[in-house]
């Protein structure tokens, strides 16, 4: 959470002032009463009106100083999740998900909703899903980039072919060893690019 403040932070000192005014705006909208502070209800009234994905409980991570209330600083890192995350939650636990995590290969390469974990709740395996293959979101990034010819999606790219499991409800360790082979060899055929993608 403190890397998403910085972030924040970071992005609102170096863009320009219009931008920084939307933020101010942003944060004016979320002051119903104008008293200066967003308080918890105003909040709860903001998300319902425009931002239903938002979970109500990322007030609590919000607040730093545990005053109950958000400033204009708390509130940008909101301002800044709702420009950059679009919604990445786990699904184990309803955490927002701001630094790495797990996300499901095959229902990432479908092109809609993807399945999300946080790295407790993948390795604890508090989640149920149809799909058991996860790759973390900076491996998917360079996966993604490194496509090898003939593969037109990730999970091709990283499973050896024909490995596709009949879908289990959570990982075993031998399943958790192949994922690594299968992530080595994936990555194998990224050698003789450079990694420039972030
Ligand atoms: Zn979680
Ligand atoms: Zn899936």
Redesign the pocket.
């Known amino acids: 959470m403190e890397d998403l403040h910085e972030a924040a932070l970071a992005y609102y000192n170096n863009a320009p002032r219009d931008l920084q005014r939307l933020a101010w705006n942003f944060y004016l909208a979320l002051d119903g009463d104008g008293d200066g502070r967003v308080s918890f209800i105003e909040y709860i009234n903001f998300l319902q009106q425009s931002y239903v994905w938002i979970r109500p409980n990322f007030f609590r991570d919000l607040d730093r100083d545990r005053d109950g209330s958000l400033d204009f600083w708390e509130v940008l890192t909101l301002y800044y999740t709702v420009k950059t995350r679009g919604g990445v939650w786990c699904q184990g636990c309803q955490a927002c998900l701001v630094g790495l995590y797990f996300t499901?290969?095959?229902?990432f390469d479908c092109g809609s909703k993807t399945?999300d974990l946080c790295p407790a709740c993948y390795k604890r395996r508090r989640f149920s899903?149809?799909?058991s293959f996860f790759l973390d979101n900076h491996v998917l990034l360079r996966a993604k980039k490194g496509l090898p010819p003939g593969a037109t999606n990730v999970y091709q790219a990283l499973v050896p072919q024909p490995a596709y499991r009949a879908p289990a409800a959570a990982m075993g360790d031998s399943d958790l060893m192949d994922t690594f082979q299968a992530l080595e060899m994936g990555l194998a055929t990224d050698k003789s690019r450079t990694c420039s993608i972030m």
């Open positions: 499901c290969v095959a229902c399945f899903h149809q799909h």
